[in-house]
Structures are given as C-alpha cells and as structure tokens.
C-alpha cells in the first residue's frame, strides 16, 4: 500500500528571545518569504506530500494565514483544505497532539512534524526523512556535537556561586536533533495518548516527539542531517 504523507509545522512558540516579535511571521532577508512561508514552500514542493496542519497560537490562524506565500495558497491549497490549522497548546507536546487530532480525519499513513522556525529546510532531506520513516518507523535528522557537553548538577533555588559538573559526556555518543521528525502516523497519535495521560498523572514534560515515541513504542533512527537546516530562535540568526 502506498504511504500518504502529512505535515505538522510547529509555529505556536511566543518567540520570547526575539523581544516577543512573532519570528515566524517576519521575511527572510532578501526573500520574498517569511519563515514559516518559506519552510511550508519546502513542504509544498515534494510531490509525495498531503494535507499540511499548521500549528498557531490560540487565536492567531488569521495571522498566519498572512504570513504564508500568495502563490502557495492559490490553486485550493487553502480552499482545498490541503492546509490546515490547529492551536496550540499549553506545551510543544500538547500542541502537537492537537495538530495529530486534527490530521487524524485525512488518516496518514505518516506523519512529518517541523520546526516553522526551520525556513532553510531543503526538500531533499524531507525526501529522505520520507524513505527513512517508511522503513524504520520513526526517524530524526540529526548532526554531531562540535563541542563537549558536560551534564550538570541542580543548583538550589537560592544557592550563589557556580554550578558544578555533574558528568563529562562523549560526544561521540551524542547528537544534536533537527527537524523534520518523521513517524507512523497511528502508532504516534496513540503514543501521544498515553504521554498526555503520564504528564498529567506524574507532572512531567516530553521535549519532542522522538521522546515520546521512544518512550511508548520503540527504537528511533537517525540519519544525517543538513547544517544549513537552521532553527531561527534570536534576531541574528535571520542571516543565513
């Protein structure tokens, strides 16, 4: 059977560390795009790719209507319900779980979700994280880490002077993720159940989806990612 492919776009963040400016509402340099317009373009241009849930504040779907490019939205892809919406929640996680809920009516085979914060994301790596999540089941890009991570230890609420480590972590071990996450879309949906169900009962959070589908149904692989694939979180890192 032949997979079918949905996308969540994650853009309900309060962009706090860019002095509250909507980052994903604002144009790329020397672009006709904004951020989250020119990461839906990436997305739009890959011909196995469905229905898109674009995921914002309670609320703001006017604003992002505006901030998508008119030439993608013409020919029905808003009419059409190619591209939908769905408003976050009090977390990343729960937002997710909103947009998942929403696509669940176009019923996906596969689920991709992205960072709208990520514009520079080429469709080349969404082709690959497509085969990669089709034979795997669940896959993130990812690069290696530059520099040593340490883990540290907790700090007291009013404790003065340094933090001291904890561990010294190899980094050959580790990576740093990016986005697009791809999955099987049923068994995320219902891994997102139960981490919904866990973070009320225990009063804790999952950071990402690859989480929660390690935590709840298995393995996730890992391919290389693309340098270029850049999150936009402070003003400067608009330049390319």
């Known amino acids: 059977m032949q997979a079918s492919i949905a996308?969540?776009?994650?853009?309900?963040?309060?962009?706090?560390?860019?002095?509250?400016?909507?980052?994903?509402?604002?144009?790329l340099?020397?672009?006709?795009f904004t951020v989250l317009g020119a990461a839906l373009s990436a997305f739009v241009s890959c011909p196995r790719i469905g229905p898109i849930a674009i995921i914002t504040p309670p609320g703001e779907e006017e604003g992002a209507r505006l901030a998508l490019p008119a030439e993608r939205c013409s020919g029905g892809l808003l009419a059409g319900s190619r591209i939908l919406?769905?408003?976050g929640g009090p977390t990343r996680r729960a937002s997710v779980h909103n947009a998942l809920l929403r696509l669940e009516q176009c019923h996906p085979s596969h689920v991709l979700i992205h960072d709208g914060a990520r514009p520079w994301i080429k469709p080349e790596l969404i082709e690959k994280i497509i085969d990669a999540a089709i034979k795997f089941g669940a896959v993130i890009p990812a690069l290696p880490l530059l520099e040593t991570p340490k883990e540290l230890m907790p700090n007291e609420p009013a404790a003065e002077g340094p933090t001291f480590i904890k561990r010294h972590l190899r980094r050959s071990s580790l990576c740093a993720a990016q986005t697009p996450q791809g999955f099987k879309f049923p068994e995320l949906l219902a891994a997102h159940e139960k981490a919904a169900e866990r973070e009320q009962n225990e009063k804790l959070e999952y950071t990402d989806d690859a989480e929660v589908w390690g935590?709840?149904?298995g393995q996730v692989a890992v391919i290389s990612g693309d340098p270029e694939n850049r999150k936009i979180t402070y003003p400067e890192d608009l330049r390319r």
Do not use: D, N, T, W
Request: hydrophobic fraction near 45%; charged fraction near 20%.
């Open 29 to 32: 340099p020397e672009s006709p």
């Open 215 to 217: 935590e709840f149904v």
């Open 7 to 27: 996308v969540i776009l994650c853009a309900a963040g309060s962009s706090q560390r860019m002095g509250g400016v909507k980052k994903e509402y604002l144009f």
């Open 85 to 87: 919406f769905a408003a």
